[in-house]
T-cell receptor
């Protein structure tokens, strides 16, 4: 079985400060890891993914994420947050030999001006 | 450039009524799936399909049926709606992971269907 944990329901930061959203995962084989963002009343949009290779992956809108195999973590980061980054963020994992994508419960990010 | 299209966007049902949520994609994706989103629980997989004529259960399949007669369409049926099925439903599709090592199965989502069961 595979699972994802996002330990923080909410993250609040001031605009211009660094933003980190935490994610840990569990999967029996090798993982594919994803971050998605959801704006109010919209579907989920893909941000970035880790497949293999460099542990630091870069994605859309200035976001990046660091894969740490020993800690089974895939934290999302942005060096300087914007008010427009306020949204609901989901981490997801899939075993490379499976179809099914499992999601965390989500973290609401609020960036104050 | 439609992507994944879900209808209806909003629906109110009475307990015991039946309905079908429609999902269509125009990207020739083999894999299609239905999730429900509930506050504090993230997205939970209801059913999925790896190709026409093939469906399987996800985490929370009870009360829902699916079929996959074509590559493009993957409807979700509620046979006898219950208040516990009040939720936001998302359809998502991707290329099959069996397409090769460089296909990562990234999901493309529809805009969602908000269902209320009274």
């Amino acid at each position: 079985a595979q699972s994802v944990a996002q330990p923080e329901d909410q993250v609040n930061v001031a605009e211009g400060n660094p933003l980190t959203v935490k994610c840990t995962y569990s999967v029996s084989g090798n993982p594919y890891l994803f971050w998605y963002v959801q704006y109010p009343n919209r579907g989920l949009q893909f941000l970035l993914k880790y497949i293999t290779g460099d542990n630091l992956v870069k994605g859309s809108y200035g976001f990046e994420a660091e894969f740490n195999k020993s800690q089974t973590s895939f934290h999302l980061k942005k060096p300087s947050a914007l008010v427009s980054d306020s949204a609901l963020y989901f981490c997801a994992v899939r075993d490379i030999n499976d179809y099914k994508l499992s999601f965390g419960a989500g973290t609401t990010v609020t960036v104050r001006a | 450039n439609a992507g994944v299209t879900q209808t209806p966007k909003f629906q109110v049902l009475k307990t015991g009524q039946s309905m079908t949520l429609q999902c269509a994609q125009d990207m020739n994706h083999e894999y299609m799936s239905w999730y429900r989103q509930d506050p504090g629980m993230g997205l939970r997989l209801i059913h999925y399909s790896v190709g026409a004529g093939i469906t399987d259960q996800g985490e929370v399949p009870n009360g829902y049926n699916v079929s996959r007669s074509t590559t493009e369409d993957f409807p979700l049926r509620l046979l006898s709606a219950a208040p516990s099925q009040t939720s936001v439903y998302f359809c998502a599709s991707s290329l099959s992971p069996q397409r090769g090592r460089f296909n990562t199965g990234e999901l493309f989502f529809g805009e969602g269907s908000r269902l209320t069961v009274l």
